[in-house]
């Protein structure tokens, strides 16, 4: 069975980023092979982008929504097998995955890293249970450790945006109060190492990202060498991965600035705390991208789930 | 006015079981009698399976669908007449259900029991505040007493698998770490009792349920008589009527086995607590109903639903 | 651009009066300009009426309806212009509003008064926010300092009740046990004075209404002086402009009763305590509006929403 779960389900890239171009508002009469179909979407954690992009393109697509925020609305569920359930569970995933699958011919699923046990975090265990028990397609729509309908969108925006046919690409850590989550940038290197870009990815030291996940790769902790030449500087916080969910570094100096950006296009996939990710005038600048992002978001979940509709 | 409050309204049993079969996916183009009207769910309550299924349901008979939590995103109602609202309760249900006639064809309301105060319970202030105000037909997606949709889901459930003509239908109490509504057990015994079923009905002593709910019945204390070739045992939780709303036994002993189960086939509204109201390897197991009860509560809807729309 | 901000957005009363009529359930298949077009409705506060009615007059126009609770589903938004968002708020007004119009063709928006600080309240900075940055129309679902929406369903209520070609409409201050914003009141002495009505006030000293919204008016401390030959009665509670957000008084003498009422017919915008704000013999009894007040949102919003949606 099709699931789009990380960028790997993208099979291939190239056409994905073709047929997006297809999708823009005022290219003519979308296709709505979601007719008769239904797709619900399941909000274990807050959403501002996801939850109004993925109904907005669900509703183009011609499919029937059916939105739930599992928390508040429902009630916990219990991921462990053969656990006898007297705690705060009420349900277990396997029947209420079993359940929705019943009722929706597509799932879409946001389940964020917890933060505090990396073992628990990787096993993704809400997403996958989905996968395992729902019977019917799933779509990540942010899982502890990707964030493929972002990484998606960000690579349609350097796609539409590029005017090199290699252009640089660095990845640039960013401090932020909170400790955050490793979904955005994990996905985003997964999918620049598909493009034909040349990607940098710099950040302080205790910041490096899970190899497992992204592969090797030779980080650069000296941020202004790495932005050197730069033509997107994408900016971004998560916390460390070595000593996980810890916040180690607030350093103000990492944060985004005009002049660090020099000609460089800017893009972050939002929410962003200005003065503090980037400053004012990088954001309110002709260079950045985040609303084409933004808006890219829309197209992302079409190509997403057209790919699931998709069954010969 | 038609209403659709309790297992009561279905006015001929076995011909709403024929039409369900009609209803289920893959049985030719629904018809829509819902088009160019409106249902609205209110939800005083959490919910996963109702909240879903319903929507479903109503899409499916062409209806527009407001969902609202009424707690969450509204306010406290005051259910009593004559008080001076000079605290909690920012708007009476007088005008709060007429409103809400004033936008929806059809409401439903989800209303739990408090399971403080049995007299206040049983008089179903919330539901029969609606049917008394709104107007229009009101639709019982579970309230103190009752549970018609998952009932008549769960009758759907037994007239599709049974291969007797008058099967044992055994309702086994089973422990619970909370307490919990009589709502389920309530309608499923009514509904039991218009089929043709030999009902058998066991749980401990003081957990009898309410004779003027389900009229006068003869308990099986000893389960492992009552589930005695049985076709079909119903397991679920709940709370004392006597002492009400309290939890006055926990004895694992109680708990659903598949050695206890035999040949029969199993039956849950969900959700279920594993290896606490019911062993794995029965959820697991091919002789569990589960999921087909929950599909079906989108057919129970949709012939509740149309039952509220043929207005003559 | 467009927007529904006040009831100064209204071009020519009259003819929205007049338009509204035609737009009366049983008036023909009415319109659909919305289709293709997606309406979101940002709520950050509670909602009942407005909620409802909105989306119910956005699906008869046709419009796809996005709903977002804002502060329960996505996060706190920092209005502030160069701070450093290193506190409570995860995104700047300035990204989300421009963000959400990238998804909608139109936004709607509710936020209350925080009663606090009335420089903070009357600067409007969630409405002027998403005014500012949204890029697209948007529409005033009641904000800190106007409920225009209500004041169009008020005004379409006497305009299709009045026997008169000049009633006398009297605003009548009300006991409430919690502070209340005045935006209510605000935009119904607005609308009003584009009506041929004789409008009185009427309120406790302490409880003028703001001069530079409302204009400058002569109020009457005597409510029964104030009643005398009243064809309409608009009752409501709002806390002290001059102190700001307090409640000074609670004098029950100032409730609504059948007495004081006398022939006039009576109004509130709900939710309404009964007992405390006007006596059950008044909402019970056959001068009552209330119920068509809240009918006449669904006019009102679809106005409204057809006003933003003509764009030539």
């Not at 059916?66 to 705690?87: C, H, K, P, Q, S």
């Not at 046990?117 to 019917?136: Q, W």
């Not at 003065?275 to 979940?301: F, H, I, W, Y």
Request: glycine share 8%; net charge negative; aromatic share 6%.
């Amino acid at each position: 069975m099709k699931h789009f779960l990380s960028t790997d389900d993208i099979d291939s890239l190239p056409e994905w980023l073709k047929k997006g171009r297809t999708l823009a508002p005022g290219s003519g009469t979308p296709e709505q092979p979601g007719l008769g179909k239904t797709l619900c979407l399941l909000f274990f954690n807050n959403s501002l982008r996801t939850r109004l992009s993925t109904q907005k393109a669900a509703r183009l697509l011609g499919l029937e929504v059916l939105v739930m925020n599992f928390g508040a609305e429902g009630w916990n569920l219990e991921l462990e097998d053969g656990t006898i359930m007297d705690g705060g569970a009420a349900e277990h995933i396997a029947e209420a995955a079993a359940v929705v699958g019943q009722y929706a011919d597509l799932i879409g699923v946001r389940a964020f890293a917890g933060l505090s046990d990396r073992t628990l975090d990787s096993a993704e265990g809400i997403l996958h249970g989905f996968v395992k028990y729902a019977g019917v397609p799933i779509l990540n729509m942010e899982s502890a450790t990707g964030h493929p309908l972002q990484a998606l969108a960000d690579a349609l925006t350097i796609a539409e945006t590029t005017k090199k046919t290699t252009p640089k690409v660095v990845l640039s850590w960013a401090p932020h109060p909170r400790a955050l989550p490793q979904a955005v940038p994990n996905s985003f290197v997964r999918i620049m190492q598909r493009m034909p870009v040349d990607l940098v990815i710099t950040h302080p030291k205790g910041y490096g990202l899970d190899a497992n996940l992204v592969g090797a790769y030779e980080p650069v902790y000296d941020q202004k060498k790495a932005l050197d030449g730069a033509d997107y500087v994408y900016v971004k916080n998560w916390s460390s991965v070595q000593e996980y969910g810890r916040v180690l570094n607030r350093d103000p100096g990492w944060m985004m600035t005009a002049e660090k950006l020099g000609e460089a296009q800017f893009m972050h996939c939002l929410p962003v705390r200005r003065n503090m990710v980037v400053e004012d005038a990088v954001l309110d600048g002709p260079q950045s991208l985040v609303l084409k992002q933004a808006a890219n978001r829309t197209l992302s979940a079409q190509l997403a789930l057209t790919h699931l509709l998709d069954v010969q």
